[in-house]
């Protein structure tokens, strides 16, 4: 009998068989062991997790990956005051607000399907019958292969934070609404002092032109002339009162705004002298001021610097006594942004307390509280003029040893290059080269009659109208040189007849300029934007009247 193969080593089939049988047994043995190793592991990753999970403060869970939830942690229990018997798989449905469950439970059966990370936030009832909100999240936890083998919840308390969250946005929508009260009543008084400014400039525009006119009557009484002295002050007192109102609420709304040019401040500090000098003569009091023969030039608003020294030079004369004495004085200094310029306004008043010198730039402050008011005013000026310098770049400043020892107001600003052609060349005149024919369209009466009878006395041929539509009639039939025309018309007011005019090619010529009681911003750009070449406040000067007959811009 012959024997069969054998291996080098002289092992026969038999033994390879054996062999055979043996690894496969090994790896039996070492497959099983690796499983007993795996469940160990895992048993022991589960029991850390159940020991974890009730030592931490948020709420625990462990579902398996089909959703069934299989374990809770002790807060779980501590919050909600159930069981395991209670909560086990879908029981926890039982706890959370019926309002939101068919969502939550849809969004958790989707995240077990797709094998999505869960997340939301929903009320969850306590022991004590009360919902608190908890951001609840679940992860799923994934073998090697990527299989999803259970899901790890954490429900974090975030009662607290959505109250004061819910709070804030509450706070936060209170105060959008106050803001927007603020806001509304901001407008709303913005409003009423415009229109107010409106119904006080047409009594005053009708004013102011009767007062020129009684001027230009030849008379020699002295009583009449006092009269007329006392009259025409007076208009000029009421239309600071109301441009100053007008400042203040530009300011408190932001729509100041200055039309800069390189301006001489000697000579608009010799302008405002010259403006106040007959307040100052009435009261008998010497003033002295020796303006320096060379130009001190400044980027700034000529018309609100005027404005500026009119308003100190006015204070001063008021807080004088008849008989005592003002002083201005320019000066300039270096300083290391360049040169700048500072003029004194001193005088002998009746002084400032310590503690009133910043005081007096307050809005509506007065340093004379007596019954009397002697000095009168609304407590405008000095707070407009601090305002209208600090817009140039500058400061004011006062100073006083005390009451009854005067006190000094400085005006500090920064001084530029000079300009090619002198400011002082551009003040208005009163005489006219040319006598254009003129058509005036006001519906108050008297501003009419008063502005039509100026124009007249100084040889114009002048047209009136009542009402915006009779006025663009008046306009387009007699093809004037010049209209003025009050925006604040019935009917078709102002600006309907500046775009009516400008629509038409035969009254491409007329020079239209918009009277008006709104000197805002706002108004200016309607009235350029309907196609006016000049915008002038009433009550108009006869300066300005004069300026503009001559077809300068100012």
């Known amino acids: ?23 496969l047994i090994s790896q039996v043995r070492e497959a099983n062991e690796a499983l007993v190793l795996a469940t160990l592991r895992a048993e022991a990753s589960e029991a850390t997790f159940r020991s974890l999970f009730d030592t931490m403060p948020q709420l625990g869970w462990l579902a398996r990956p089909d959703g069934h939830i299989y374990f809770y942690n002790r807060g779980w229990y501590a919050y909600t005051g159930t069981t395991l018997a209670q909560m086990e798989g879908w029981g926890w449905r039982s706890v959370h607000d019926p309002a939101v469950l068919p969502d939550l439970e849809a969004h958790w059966r989707t995240c077990v399907e797709t094998g999505t990370p869960f997340e939301v936030a929903c009320p969850l009832r306590g022991d004590d ?3 608190r909100w908890f951001l609840t999240r679940a992860n799923p936890e994934r073998d090697e292969a990527g299989k999803v083998v259970r899901w790890v919840g954490i429900n974090t308390d975030i009662d607290d934070q959505r109250r004061n969250e819910q709070q804030l946005a509450i706070a936060l929508e209170r105060e959008r609404l106050a803001r927007s009260e603020a806001d509304l009543a901001v407008r709303r008084k913005d409003e009423f002092l415009a229109m107010l400014a409106h119904e006080l400039r047409n009594p005053l525009a009708a004013l102011s032109a009767a007062q020129h006119l009684l001027a230009q009557t030849a008379t020699t009484d002295p009583q009449l002339l006092r009269q007329n002295a006392i009259s025409e002050r007076q208009v000029r007192h009421l239309t600071r009162l109301v441009d100053d109102l007008l400042d203040v609420a530009r300011f408190e709304s932001g729509s100041i705004e200055l039309r800069r040019e390189r301006v001489d401040l000697v000579a608009v500090v010799a302008d405002a002298l010259e403006d106040t000098r007959e307040l100052m003569v009435t009261r008998h009091q010497e003033v002295s001021f020796v303006p320096d023969p060379v130009p001190w030039w400044v980027s700034g608003d000529p018309t609100r610097l005027l404005q500026v020294f009119n308003n100190l030079l006015v204070n001063a004369a008021k807080y004088t006594p008849d008989g005592g004495r003002i002083a201005i004085r320019c000066v300039t200094e270096a300083r290391a942004e360049g040169p700048w310029a500072r003029v004194e306004i001193e005088d002998t008043g009746q002084g400032i307390a310590p503690e009133m010198l910043d005081e007096v730039f307050h809005l509506f402050a007065q340093v004379d509280h007596s019954l009397d008011r ?5 407590g405008l000026g000095l707070t407009l003029a601090r305002r209208l310098v600090g817009l140039h770049g500058g400061e004011v400043h ?56 100026i124009l007249q006395q100084w040889g114009h041929v002048v047209e009136v109208a009542a009402d915006g539509e009779a006025g663009a009639k008046l306009i387009l ?22 775009q009516a005019v400008r629509a038409s090619p035969l009254a491409a010529r007329t020079l239209l300029v918009a009277l008006t009681g709104y000197g805002d911003a706002t108004t200016r750009g309607r009235a350029i934007a309907a196609g006016f070449d000049h915008h002038l406040v009433k009550p ?15």
């Open 1 to 23: 009998m012959t024997s069969g193969p054998t291996d080098r080593r002289g092992r026969g089939p038999g033994r390879r068989a054996a062999d055979t049988s043996d690894r």
């Open 129 to 131: 019958g009360r919902y």
């Open 374 to 378: 002697t000095g009168g005013g609304l």
């Open 398 to 453: 006062a100073h006083s040893d005390g009451l009854g020892r005067g006190s000094t107001f400085t005006v500090e600003l920064p001084l530029i290059g000079a300009p090619a052609v002198s400011v002082a060349a551009r003040r208005p005149r009163r005489d006219a080269s040319i006598n254009p024919r003129l058509v005036v369209i006001e519906d108050n009466d008297d501003a009419r009659e008063m502005l039509q009878a």
């Open 477 to 498: 039939a007699s093809l004037p040189d010049m209209a003025l025309i009050d925006v604040g018309l019935p009917g078709l007011d102002g600006f309907e007849v500046a």
């Open 540 to 554: 108009v000067t006869p300066e300005q009247l004069a300026l503009v007959l001559s077809k300068r811009s100012f």
